[in-house]
């Protein structure tokens, strides 16, 4: 099974901020990453797919890059509406595994 | 409009069982690989177990290997999860999730608001 790892575990960040989370898969996985942001009590929201393609309707300051093993999801401005809890997960081979999450918090 | 809607969840025995169920519509349900995909609460996500759009391929975690079984009924635009032999563990908040392209490799564009299962005695 691929195995993937988020850091860090929790960023804290003030509006405005750049910030960037990363994502590393146990094995290589081509461009099957995507990453999902989740706020308390709603269900994940697809923001990238294929590593780096902007998903319709998610603003153009998220962004995506990587290929391989290593991965990042990068907030260009931070927004007060983007404090939440970000997943990276692999979709190249089942069983489709998550990171554990990066909770972005306001500092 | 897409909508998947989950149904099914609640209180059970250790050893119980539970069928959940995902209604789907606004989409043509039979040409996507539906997954079902867990959250356990104030933790991560885990996928669980997909289904080809023809329900020919099922695909399922370890840890839920000969006790889940995911079926689909595309005239009915339903996709099934059958689990036995339910552990503490299992308790979740369990998501239906559609994929962006016919296979699972996009990632999930769509997914419903959840059933909760708790297993406990």
């Known amino acids: 099974d691929i195995q993937m790892t988020q850091s860090p575990s929790t960023l804290s960040a003030s509006v405005g901020d750049r910030v960037t989370s990363a994502c590393r898969a146990s094995?290589?996985?081509?461009?099957?990453l995507n990453w999902y942001q989740q706020k308390p009590g709603e269900a994940p929201k697809l923001l990238i797919y294929a590593a780096s393609s902007l998903q319709s309707g998610v603003p153009s300051r998220f962004s995506g890059s990587g290929s391989g093993t290593d991965f990042t999801l990068t907030i260009s401005s931070l927004q007060p509406e983007d404090f939440a809890t970000y997943y990276c997960?692999?979709?190249?081979?089942?069983?489709?595994?998550f990171g554990q999450g990066t909770k972005l918090e306001i500092k | 409009e897409v909508q998947l809607l989950e149904s099914g969840g609640g209180l059970v025995q250790p050893g119980g069982s539970l069928r959940l169920s995902c209604a789907a519509s606004g989409f043509t349900f039979s040409r996507y690989t539906m997954s079902w995909v867990r959250q356990t609460p104030g933790k991560g996500l885990e996928w669980v177990s997909a289904?080809?759009?023809?329900?020919?391929?099922?695909y399922y975690a370890d840890s839920v290997k000969g006790r889940f079984t995911i079926s689909r009924d595309n005239s009915k635009k339903t996709l099934y999860l059958q689990m036995n032999s339910l552990r503490v563990e299992d308790t979740a908040l369990y998501y239906c999730?559609?994929?962006?392209?016919?296979?699972?490799?996009?990632?999930?564009?769509?997914w419903g608001q959840g059933t909760l299962v708790t297993v406990s005695s």
């Open positions: 094995q290589s996985i081509g461009t099957y």
């Open positions: 997960q692999q979709s190249h081979s089942t069983p489709y595994n």
């Open positions: 289904m080809s759009g023809s329900g020919d391929a099922t």
């Open positions: 999730a559609k994929p962006l392209g016919y296979g699972s490799g996009q990632g999930f564009d769509y």
